[in-house]
């Protein structure tokens, strides 16, 4: 059986009816009726499987002991889904769904959004494991075992996006607020001391300058009393 595409996968299931003892010299098979030999087809059930189609064949079968005369009577079937439904995709959509409640919960209920992501987690585990026992241990990946991976992956970022809020706003955050806190009042101390020096500075120079205009004047003043003695 190709378990492949399981559990959307279709098998094919042969009865063969063949003379191991008698060769086509002693003994031939034929279907009676030909085409229309198997009848009650349609009206067969099976809990797993629908039967789509059957195909009649008759032929001989050549061994080194000789041609020995086979019939062979096979069997398309398709796996009913229904079941799967129910037992499988439902619940991890459910339990999928139900782990992104978590992105409406606050972050500061980490009771309650650890209990759902871990619960959600374990119940999605469950639903692999059930699975996987009641099927033979093959080598190959399954269609219905990507689709619970990727379910199980929803659900355990759901479980770490928690984490890396709760890093955030509790581990790293309150360090890069108190980091740019101290570097907001740095640049507010430096500030403060740039106005404060270029205020002494703009001081010293108006000083200066009243001084000289000052002196100036007087400069002035005592030209013109010479001037007027020498008159």
Same mark, same amino acid.
């Given at each position: ?37 198997? &009848?009650? @087809? /349609? ?6 499987? *629908?039967?789509?189609?059957?195909? +009649?064949?008759?032929?001989? !079968? ?36 139900? &782990?992104? @409640? /978590? ?6 209920? *980490?009771?309650?959004?650890?209990? +759902?992501?871990?619960?959600? !987690? ?110």
């Amino acid at each position: 059986m190709d378990l492949r595409r399981y559990p959307l996968d279709e098998q094919n299931c042969t009865l063969e009816i063949e003379s191991y003892g008698y060769t086509t010299d002693d003994i031939q098979f034929y279907w009676k009726g030909g085409d229309n030999a198997v &009848s009650g @087809v /349609s009206q067969i059930e099976l809990p797993q499987f *629908s039967i789509v189609d059957y195909k +009649l064949v008759s032929r001989n !079968v050549v061994f080194s002991t000789g041609a020995y005369p086979r019939l062979s009577l096979s069997f398309k079937l398709k796996r009913n889904i229904g079941y799967f439904i129910l037992q499988t995709y439902m619940p991890s959509i459910l339990i999928t769904i139900l &782990s992104w @409640v /978590s992105f409406w919960i606050n972050y500061d209920a *980490s009771a309650a959004r650890v209990a +759902l992501g871990i619960t959600t !987690v374990l119940t999605m585990t469950t639903i692999n494991t059930h699975l996987r026992e009641t099927l033979p241990k093959i080598p190959y990946v399954k269609a219905i075992d990507m689709y619970l991976m990727g379910c199980f992956v929803f659900v355990f970022l759901a479980l770490l996006e928690y984490a890396f809020v709760n890093y955030i706003f509790f581990g790293r955050g309150p360090q890069m607020q108190k980091k740019m806190a101290e570097k907001a009042e740095k640049a507010n101390n430096d500030r403060m001391k740039y106005d404060g020096n270029k205020s002494a500075q703009e001081g010293g120079n108006c000083k200066a300058s009243g001084v000289k205009q000052s002196n100036q004047v007087q400069g002035h003043r005592h030209s013109r009393g010479t001037l007027h003695v020498t008159m």
